[in-house]
T-cell receptor
Framework: GDSVTQMEGPVTLSEEAFLTINCTYTATGYPSLFWYVQYPGEGLQLLLKATKADDKGSNKGFEATYRKETTSFHLEKGSVQVSDSAVYFCALSANSGYSTLTFGKGTMLLVSP | ETGVTQSPTHLIKTRGQQVTLRCSSQSGHNTVSWYQQALGQGPQFIFQYYREEENGRGNFPPRFSGLQFPNYSSELNVNALELDDSALYLC????????????FGSGTRLTVV
């Protein structure tokens, strides 16, 4: 079945550091890929998405590129802020059937001033 | 436009009891999915409704059931509650045909004691 694997956290960075959170997936066909963010005590917010190979999703300084050859969708940001502290979830949606989301376990990011 | 709203926000129940959680989907969205997020884990798909019919189900027992109403709002019912049912329950909605981006509610935190 479909699955998503994320690097374990927490990831601890100082403000303005470079961020990478690794995500790889296993799926049949050509899924759509997503990054969601969850702030403490809240639900999930869509951060960015990519629907086909080589697409780059971007939002609020975050970027991720859909790499079919390596089945990866790594999240990057050039300069993190304290307000970026949250849990980040990589997810996929198969572009067939009823297309629900399969999530990774999440990676906590802690940014200190 | 309003987003996805869930009620109640928090709930404490006793093992063996039954619970009903509610979700109002975003305006224009006719597909609703429910997810269970255990502490420290990624959300797990429970089931999905499209135009009042269940069109997908994850690996959850039959004591997890649901409904979708003509206005596309939805309920999640859990019978015979177990301690392991303690989790954040997330509702997500999307427009049914083609768009893969879900909008999530803030969730209901269920504690079973």
């Amino acid at each position: 079945g479909d699955s998503v694997t994320q690097m374990e956290g927490p990831v601890t960075l100082s403000e303005e550091a470079f961020l990478t959170i690794n995500c790889t997936y296993t799926a049949t066909g050509y899924p759509s890929l997503f990054w969601y963010v969850q702030y403490p005590g809240e639900g999930l917010q869509l951060l960015l998405k990519a629907t086909k190979a080589d697409d780059k999703g971007s939002n609020k300084g975050f970027e991720a590129t859909y790499r079919k050859e390596t089945t990866s969708f790594h999240l990057e940001k050039g300069s993190v802020q304290v307000s970026d502290s949250a849990v980040y979830f990589c997810a996929l949606s198969a572009n067939s059937g009823y297309s629900t989301l399969t999530f990774g376990k999440g990676t906590m990011l802690l940014v200190s001033p | 436009e309003t987003g996805v709203t869930q009620s109640p926000t928090h709930l404490i129940k006793t093992r063996g009891q039954q619970v009903t959680l509610r979700c109002s989907s975003q305006s224009g969205h006719n597909t609703v999915s429910w997810y269970q997020q255990a502490l420290g884990q990624g959300p797990q798909f429970i089931f999905q409704y499209y135009r009042e019919e269940e069109n997908g189900r994850g690996n959850f027992p039959p004591r997890f059931s649901g409904l979708q109403f003509p206005n596309y709002s939805s309920e999640l019912n859990v019978n015979a509650l177990e301690l392991d049912d303690s989790a954040l329950y997330l509702c997500a909605s999307r427009e049914g045909t083609g768009e893969r981006s879900y909008t999530f509610g803030s969730g209901t935190r269920l504690t079973v004691v």
